[in-house]
Antibody, heavy 119, light 108 residues
């Protein structure tokens, strides 16, 4: 069964950093485009970042551009999100998700990891 | 950026009801429109991709339609497991691949 498991969330002070990980299994990771989506408390889903299967193309939402960096390790079937200069508005649950191609939607998601930015 | 607007924001319905949710894009997105179901504490679930294609394993009571700027998600006969929040999302050309604000379906 396809699995995506996020980790690395926690409580961090404004201006701090966190690195989220998404461990995957039971599919050929390098064949899939990967993305991060977040949900602030009581709010809807917000697309955050994307990386191509080979890791050579990345995109970011304007709200995180210049602060967040997406990466992947295809040898370890893992996806990462380095989050720097964190703000209170970055608080929320962060989900990783896969897509064979983004145009067909994100077909498997993890359960999410909670990031809380607060002093 | 393309904006996605869903309506209604919430609705109350009974088991067995036919439910329709609409999603409007701020510009034409052809058929690059996906629908997700999300329950609290769970992973979101892809229901429909490319406006009307049913994702594998999703019950046939779910259907999608539309093209251009106007799209619909219909549940033909609401079941107890269907009470959730539903999101549309466009996947047209370049990001940001924005979501609609969500439609909460709860029990009447």
């Amino acid at each position: 069964e396809v699995q995506l498991v996020e980790s690395g969330g926690g409580l961090v002070q404004p201006g701090g950093s966190l690195r989220l990980s998404c461990a995957t299994s039971e599919f050929t990771f390098s064949n899939y485009e990967m993305t991060w989506v977040r949900q602030a408390p009581g709010k809807g889903l917000e697309w955050v970042s994307y990386i191509s299967g080979g890791g050579d193309s990345m995109y970011y939402a304007d709200s995180v551009k210049g602060r967040f960096t997406i990466s992947r390790d295809n040898a370890k079937n893992s996806l990462f999100l380095q989050m720097n200069s964190l703000r209170a508005e970055d608080t929320g649950v962060y989900f990783c998700a896969r897509a064979y191609t983004v145009t067909w939607g994100f077909d498997y998601w993890g359960q999410g990891t909670l990031v809380t930015v607060s002093s | 950026d393309i904006q996605m607007t869903q309506s209604p924001s919430s609705l109350s319905a009974s088991v067995g009801d036919r439910v329709t949710i609409t999603c409007r894009a701020s510009q034409s997105i052809s058929r690059y429109l996906n629908w997700y179901q999300h329950k609290p504490g769970k992973a979101p679930k892809l229901l429909i991709y490319a406006a009307s294609d049913l994702q594998s394993g999703v019950p046939s009571r779910f259907s999608g339609g539309g093209s251009g700027t106007d799209f619909t998600l219909t549940i033909s006969s609401l079941q107890p497991d269907d009470f959730a929040v539903y999101y549309c999302q466009h996947s047209y050309r370049t990001p940001p691949w924005t979501f609609g604000q969500g439609t909460k379906v709860d029990i009447k």
